[in-house]
């Protein structure tokens, strides 16, 4: 934040101020803002140009386009001190400004429509690809990386397959385990898993339609919590990972397999991928803030065909 003098001359305007108060709570295009705001584009990108000069805004590069994020002014350093009183002023400029502007409210409604959308196509992704995944290509799934997951599980137990699609792996699981829940977002995948697990006659995997992001689970209720190439697919990574911590039990320890991170952007489009994968760097601070301990990461696979998908395996235990 360049200055408080600065700072307060960009949100002046209202209509930056209620940017900014969407920005502060979600990561947003421009098209979103749009379609929030109902501003023209060139309206919109002249804000966020202003407010990206003025260190309130960052982007990141996604697909065809850009997602916008208030920045953490707390983050950047300033003389004396300015910058840490800055951030105080404009937070507390924010809070008031949602009192105060009238649209504030309705922004908010309207952004959660959006998000909405935005899961609502990629489970219509999902729901289009029930009873096929066993046939169809999806990336960075292989017996190989199953395999250095399951050396590492403690049978029996109760188990959470979170993002478990039509269940193959949590039929796995159930051979295993005194129960598996396999919980997924999309309605057909979970009802072709139960479809497929009564033609087999398994009885200890129970089906839970529900966000990996809010999970149908209670407090405690698993020893284990296993991500198997569905973490990617989540709007915020950080929060399924909080979510699979509060659902352990003490003791507990979650496994995660996913794509490490690669630059292949046709995968948005064409698998529904919100994230190209993960660091192994990036996977071990969300475990570790999550409160995780004894995180391990680790590279167990990767594709010989282009573009050479990686499997990232990354494991962390619950403390006692």
Same mark, same amino acid.
């Given at each position: 934040?360049?200055?408080?003098?600065?700072?307060?001359?960009?949100?002046?305007?209202?209509?930056?101020?209620?940017?900014?108060?969407?920005?502060?709570?979600?990561?947003?295009?421009?098209?979103?803002?749009?379609?929030?705001?109902?501003?023209?584009?060139?309206?919109?990108?002249?804000?966020?140009?202003?407010?990206?000069?003025?260190?309130?805004?960052?982007?990141?590069?996604?697909?065809?386009?850009?997602?916008?994020?208030?920045?953490?002014?707390?983050?950047?350093?300033?003389?004396?001190?300015?910058?840490?009183?800055?951030?105080?002023?404009?937070?507390?400029?924010?809070?008031?400004?949602?009192?105060?502007?009238?649209?504030?409210?309705?922004?908010?409604?309207?952004?959660?429509?959006?998000?909405?959308?935005?899961?609502?196509?990629?489970?219509?992704?999902?729901?289009?690809?029930?009873?096929?995944?066993?046939?169809?290509?999806?990336?960075?799934?292989?017996?190989?990386?199953?395999?250095?997951?399951?050396?590492?599980?403690?049978?029996?137990?109760?188990?959470?397959?979170?993002?478990?699609?039509?269940?193959?792996?949590?039929?796995?699981?159930?051979?295993?385990?005194?129960?598996?829940?396999?919980?997924?977002?999309?309605?057909?995948?979970? /009802?072709?898993? !139960? +479809?497929?697990?009564?033609?087999?006659?398994?009885?200890?995997? #129970?089906?839970? &339609?529900?966000? =990996?992001? *809010?999970?149908?689970?209670?407090?405690?209720?698993?020893?284990?919590?296993?991500?198997?190439?569905?973490?990617?697919?989540?709007?915020?990574?950080?929060?399924?990972?909080?979510?699979?911590?509060?659902?352990?039990?003490?003791?507990?320890?979650?496994?995660?397999?996913?794509?490490?991170?690669?630059?292949? /952007?046709?995968? !948005? +489009?064409?698998?529904?991928?919100?994230?190209?994968?993960?660091? #192994?760097?990036? &996977?071990?601070? =969300?475990? *570790?803030?999550?409160?995780?301990?004894?995180?391990?990461?680790?590279?167990?696979?990767?594709?010989?065909?282009?573009?050479?998908?990686?499997?990232?395996?990354?494991?962390?235990?619950?403390?006692?």
């Amino acid at each position: 934040m360049p200055s408080i003098v600065k700072t307060l001359r960009v949100v002046s305007d209202p209509n930056r101020l209620r940017i900014l108060l969407l920005l502060r709570a979600e990561e947003l295009s421009v098209a979103e803002l749009q379609e929030i705001l109902v501003m023209g584009q060139s309206t919109i990108s002249t804000h966020l140009s202003q407010l990206k000069q003025a260190g309130l805004v960052e982007d990141r590069r996604t697909g065809k386009s850009n997602l916008y994020r208030s920045s953490d002014p707390a983050g950047t350093s300033g003389a004396g001190g300015a910058t840490c009183g800055g951030a105080g002023v404009l937070e507390g400029l924010l809070t008031e400004a949602a009192k105060e502007i009238p649209e504030a409210a309705t922004d908010q409604a309207a952004m959660r429509s959006v998000l909405k959308k935005r899961q609502d196509r990629m489970r219509s992704f999902f729901d289009s690809m029930a009873g096929r995944l066993g046939r169809d290509y999806v990336p960075g799934k292989s017996w190989k990386s199953l395999t250095e997951a399951l050396l590492r599980l403690m049978p029996p137990m109760a188990i959470a397959d979170l993002g478990a699609g039509e269940g193959a792996f949590s039929l796995l699981l159930a051979q295993q385990a005194k129960k598996v829940i396999a919980v997924d977002s999309s309605a057909r995948m979970i /009802e072709v898993g !139960r +479809e497929q697990a009564l033609r087999h006659g398994v009885e200890n995997v #129970e089906y839970r &339609l529900g966000d =990996m992001e *809010e999970v149908p689970v209670a407090d405690g209720e698993v020893d284990l919590v296993f991500f198997s190439q569905s973490l990617h697919h989540a709007l915020h990574p950080e929060h399924a990972i909080q979510e699979a911590w509060r659902i352990l039990r003490p003791g507990g320890r979650v496994v995660i397999l996913d794509l490490a991170k690669h630059r292949f /952007e046709e995968a !948005r +489009e064409l698998y529904a991928d919100e994230w190209l994968g993960f660091s #192994e760097t990036e &996977l071990e601070a =969300m475990l *570790e803030k999550a409160g995780f301990a004894s995180v391990q990461t680790a590279v167990v696979d990767k594709e010989p065909e282009t573009p050479q998908f990686q499997t990232l395996l990354a494991v962390g235990n619950k403390q006692i």
